[in-house]
């Protein structure tokens, strides 16, 4: 049954650093969105080396420091380099890999006095430092982010989600009746793992990188914390903004 189309497809190359949006994306089985939070910025009380996954309370990020939620990415895969955007900053263009010290100058005054600072940039084992312990990627209901913008009383961007596949056609909330079911999403299959459950990040503004939107609030309105759900990738394929999304 055809429940849907896909809307839009992103990727964050470097967590909480930086959005991405793609034209088409192509899985593999058992993996994550090519180059989605490949890497990460360490702070200094973070024994993160990136040869294993670790979870996210060990890397600067969005919901301790808002201000990374203005970062917008753009990665050149083939030169390993990525320019990174900001409205209160000039742009960057750096090898992650060689000069991450570039990167913990250009955005490290982001992180507040009082918490962990950015201390190095690490690379992924193999996978992203993706926010489950398995790798995931994360389905995001346009329906579902309207009924919060209604109970927000105001619109409200896409990217506080920091989600990967947005996808459109569907009822509010439908996807979390896809727990532990099969998604086909162009050529690719997914199994719906869990729901995501969500923190201070979605407070801030995607353009100002400020706190201005009482989402959790919002949310409690359904008596849960969560927007959109985790899955893994059954079978890989290639998929574009338009393509059909059914449940088998």
Not at 5 to 23: C, N, T
Not at 143 to 154: I, L, T, W
């Amino acid at each position: 049954m055809t429940d849907g189309a896909v809307a839009s497809l992103w990727r964050y190359p470097i967590k909480s650093h930086g959005r991405e949006e793609m034209a088409e994306v192509t899985l593999s089985a058992g993996g994550t969105i090519p180059f989605d939070r490949h890497w990460a910025v360490a702070h200094e009380e973070s024994d993160a080396d990136g040869s294993t996954w670790v979870s996210c309370r060990n890397f600067s990020r969005v919901a301790k420091a808002p201000e990374l939620m203005a970062i917008t990415a753009r990665l050149d895969e083939g030169a390993n380099r990525i320019t990174l955007s900001h409205p209160g900053r000039e742009s960057l263009t750096f090898d992650p890999d060689r000069d991450g010290a570039a990167l913990i100058a250009w955005a490290g005054g982001f992180v507040p006095e009082g918490r962990a600072q950015s201390a190095r940039v690490v690379r992924g084992p193999g996978r992203g430092f993706t926010d489950s312990d398995f790798p995931s990627v994360t389905l995001c209901n346009l329906s579902s982010h309207r009924a919060v913008e209604q109970r927000a009383g105001e619109p409200l961007s896409i990217h506080r989600w920091r989600g990967n596949i947005w996808l459109d056609g569907l009822g509010p909330w439908e996807e979390f009746e896809w727990i532990g079911r099969e998604v086909r999403i162009g050529a690719a299959l997914l199994r719906v793992v869990e729901r995501t459950d969500r923190c201070l990040a979605t407070h801030a503004n995607p353009e100002t990188g400020r706190r201005d939107v009482d989402v959790l609030g919002a949310l409690d309105h359904w008596g849960h914390g969560d927007f959109s759900v985790r899955a893994e990738v059954i079978e890989g394929g290639l998929f574009r903004p338009g393509d059909p999304v059914s449940t088998p």
